[in-house]
């Protein structure tokens, strides 16, 4: 079983509705984050969280929210969908860090493709 | 100028060539680097970290140059299989950790 699941995988909406993706990890990491990919602009940081009560903004959380539900579970949620959210979306974990402090691997979901009409 | 820049190609080279990507980041104090492998519509995966010593994994070698704040990957031999997006990855923590993508260099190895 993949370690970082994602649902749905493929979504197609209408502009103005809510979506919510979902993220759910068994790798028992603290840290988990949401990315959106575009063509050229490589992976964007909408969202992150360090723990279920800390909950920080990206670079491009405009438009979007959160929900650490528990540690396995974080959710992104569009409260109303517009076009240019099209785009491809990661949820990644990462855990607390390493001895050294420095050498942390991100792991990453297999991604929803969302699609705004 | 961004954080991370990679020239996005494409490469495109012959089996059996070899193939260097460089990476280009501006803040001095970035920590940790990586190099990430993600094949088309998959997700991101790592390939390696970066250390400062440089470092080999097969048929990869990737090095770090802090004062010129760049770093390689290099690909000998390629494969067929080494067709991908490679992607820079840098992480600092200057007031909260950060980790920065670069947008991807995609190599297209050809029989």
């Known amino acids: 079983d993949a370690d970082v699941t994602q649902t749905p995988r493929n979504r197609i909406t209408k502009t103005g509705k809510r979506i919510m993706l979902e993220c759910s990890q068994t790798?028992?990491?603290?840290?988990m984050y949401w990315y959106r990919q575009d063509p050229g602009l490589g992976l964007r940081l909408i969202y992150y969280?360090?723990?279920?009560?800390?909950?920080n903004k990206g670079e491009i959380s405009d438009g979007y929210s959160v929900s650490r539900q528990a540690q396995a579970k974080f959710s992104l949620s569009l409260e109303s969908a517009i076009p240019n959210q099209t785009a491809l979306y990661f949820c990644a974990t990462m855990s607390r860090g390493s001895g050294r402090g420095s050498y942390n691997e991100q792991f990453f979901g297999p991604g929803t493709r969302l699609t705004v009409l | 100028r961004k954080e991370v820049e990679q020239d996005p190609g494409p490469f495109n080279v012959p089996e059996g060539a070899t193939v260097a990507f460089n990476c280009t980041y501006s803040n001095s104090a970035s920590q940790s680097f990586f190099w990430y492998r993600q094949d088309c519509r998959k997700e991101p995966k790592l390939l390696m970290s970066?250390?400062?010593s440089g470092n080999e994994d097969g048929r990869f070698t990737a090095q770090l140059n802090r004062a010129s704040q760049y770093i390689s990957l290099l690909i000998r031999d390629s494969k067929l299989s080494d067709s991908a997006t490679y992607l820079c990855v840098v992480t600092l923590n200057t007031g909260g950790f950060k980790t920065i993508f670069g947008a991807g260099t995609r190599l297209f190895v050809k029989a």
């Open positions: 969280s360090f723990d279920v009560k800390d909950i």
């Open positions: 970066v250390y400062s």
């Open positions: 790798k028992g990491h603290d840290r």
